[in-house]
C-alpha cells in the first residue's frame, strides 16, 4: 500500500454519514456508495501521478553515428527521456513532451 492509499483509507475512516437507510457508520470505501470516497480518491491518483513526475528520473544517453555515402563520419551522444524517448538538451530539468522530472547526475543508482 503507497502513501496515497494510506490517506484515502485514513480519510474515509473519519467520513461519518448516512449511507444506507437512514443509519449513521463509517464509510464502507466502496466506490459508489460515498461521494466523499470517489472525490478524495480522484484527488489522491493525481497527487501520486504529479509525484511520480517531480521524482527525478535519469536521462539516458545513447551513442549515434552518422554515416554519409557509407562511410563513417562522427559518432555524438544524444540524450533520451526515461518515461517517453524525447531527445533532450543537456540544459532541460523537465521534459517538454511528458513533464518527467530529469536527473542528470553522473552517479549510478545503486
Request: glycine share 6%; with cysteine; aromatic share 12%.
Amino acid at each position: 500500500m503507497n502513501k496515497y492509499q494510506e490517506a484515502l483509507i485514513y480519510f474515509c475512516n473519519g467520513c461519518h454519514h448516512e449511507y444506507e437507510e437512514g443509519n449513521y457508520g463509517q464509510c464502507k470505501r466502496v466506490e459508489g456508495r460515498c461521494g466523499h470516497y470517489k472525490s478524495l480518491k480522484e484527488a489522491c491518483d493525481k497527487a501520486e501521478k504529479y509525484d511520480e513526475k517531480e521524482t527525478p528520473k535519469k536521462v539516458k544517453a545513447e551513442i549515434m553515428s552518422d554515416y554519409v555515402e557509407h562511410h563513417y563520419v562522427q559518432s555524438y551522444e544524444i540524450y533520451v527521456c526515461p518515461v517517453c524517448g524525447l531527445h533532450l538538451s543537456p540544459t532541460q530539468n523537465y521534459c517538454d513532451r511528458c513533464s518527467q522530472k530529469l536527473d542528470w547526475s553522473d552517479e549510478d543508482d545503486k
